[in-house]
C-alpha cells in the first residue's frame, strides 16, 4: 500500500507512505489517490495529505517516468489526479515535511492549504531531467505565488527552503516535525466547527472563472440564504447560545 488512509468522522488523512523511494508518486499512488478521491466525493470530508519517513513527495516516480511515451503524456496521469484533489467539495490541507519536489509539489499546489516544517525543500527540477512540470505548476504556481516568482523557480528548477516558501506565502506556516500533523488537525479543528455546506461553497466560489462572479456566489447564497442551518446558526449568535 503506498497511501495510507486514516478515516475519521469529519475528516480522512491521507500519508504517502512509500519511503524507501522517497514516497514518489507511482502508478499505484495515482490509482489510490483516485480512490480516495471517490470516496470524498460521496461522502465529503476534509482531506489532511501527509507523507511518511520525514518526506512529502520526492516526485513522480522517475523509474516509471523514463518509459512513458507519447501516449502516456496525453493521458495526463498525474494532472487527473491531481485536479480531481483540487476539486474535492471539502478543503484538503497539505501538511508536508521535507521534500516536496516534481509531482510531489504539483500536488501540494493542488491543495487549498498548505503548511510546513523547518526541513522544507519545494520545487520543480523538471527541466533538468528533459520534461515540463506537467500537473498544475505552471498554471496553479502564478496562481499561488504570482508570475514571476513562479517562472523563477520553474525555470531554473531551484528548490524553496521553509523560510522563503513562507516569505512567498507558497505555506501559510512552519511547525516542527513532530507537531506538524497536530497542526493540520488544528486546521481542520477549525473548519470542522463552521457549516459543511458554506464551506464547500466557499471553496466552490474560490475556484469559479472570474467571468462568474458575482453570479455564482448569489445562487449559493441563495441556498443558504434558506438553509435551516443559517437560521440554527444565526440564531444561537443572536441568542448567544453556544453553536
Ligand atoms: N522517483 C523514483 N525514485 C526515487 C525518486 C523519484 N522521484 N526520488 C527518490 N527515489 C528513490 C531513489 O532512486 C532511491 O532508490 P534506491 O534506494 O532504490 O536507490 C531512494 O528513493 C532514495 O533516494 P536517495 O536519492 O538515495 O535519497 P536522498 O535522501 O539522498 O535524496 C532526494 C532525496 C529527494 C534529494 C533525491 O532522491 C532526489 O533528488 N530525487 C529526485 C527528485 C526529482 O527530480 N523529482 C522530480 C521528479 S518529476
Known amino acids: 500500500m503506498t497511501l495510507h488512509i486514516d478515516e475519521h468522522d469529519d475528516r480522512v488523512v491521507a500519508t504517502l507512505d512509500r519511503p524507501d523511494k522517497r514516497n ?9 489517490l ?16 501527509t507523507g511518511s519517513g ?3 513527495a520526492a516526485g513522480a516516480d522517475i523509474a516509471e517516468l ?13 494532472a487527473t489526479a491531481f485536479i480531481r484533489i483540487h476539486e474535492l467539495p471539502m478543503p484538503v490541507v497539505a501538511a508536508i ?18 503548511i510546513a516544517t523547518p526541513s522544507l525543500r519545494i520545487g520543480n527540477p523538471e527541466t533538468g531531467l528533459g520534461i515540463i512540470a506537467a500537473a498544475g505548476a505552471t498554471w496553479r504556481l502564478p496562481e ?16 524553496l527552503d521553509a523560510e522563503e516558501a513562507l516569505r512567498w506565502g507558497l505555506v501559510s506556516s512552519l511547525h516542527p516535525a513532530e507537531e506538524l500533523l497536530a497542526a493540520a488537525h488544528g486546521i ?5 466547527a463552521n457549516d459543511p455546506l458554506a464551506t464547500q461553497y466557499t471553496k466552490r ?18 441556498e443558504l440564504f434558506e438553509s435551516p442551518e443559517k437560521h440554527r446558526r444565526m440564531t444561537a449568535f443572536l441568542e448567544r447560545k453556544s453553536r
Open 24 to 32: 514518489a508518486i507511482d502508478q499505484a499512488t495515482v490509482d489510490a
Open 34 to 49: 483516485h480512490e480516495l478521491c471517490a470516496m470524498l466525493e460521496e461522502a465529503p470530508r476534509t482531506l489532511i495529505l
Open 54 to 56: 520525514g518526506v512529502f
Open 66 to 78: 523514463r518509459d512513458r511515451t507519447a501516449v502516456d503524456a496525453r493521458r495526463g496521469i498525474n
Open 97 to 114: 515535511d521535507g521534500y516536496a519536489l516534481g509531482g510531489g509539489a504539483e500536488l501540494a499546489y493542488a491543495a487549498d492549504i498548505r
Open 144 to 159: 499561488i505565488v504570482g508570475d514571476a516568482r513562479a517562472s523563477e523557480l520553474l525555470l531554473t528548477g531551484r528548490a
Open 188 to 192: 481542520v479543528d477549525r473548519i470542522a
Open 205 to 222: 466560489a474560490l475556484r469559479t472563472p472570474r467571468a462568474q462572479h458575482p453570479a455564482i456566489e448569489l445562487e449559493l447564497q441563495a
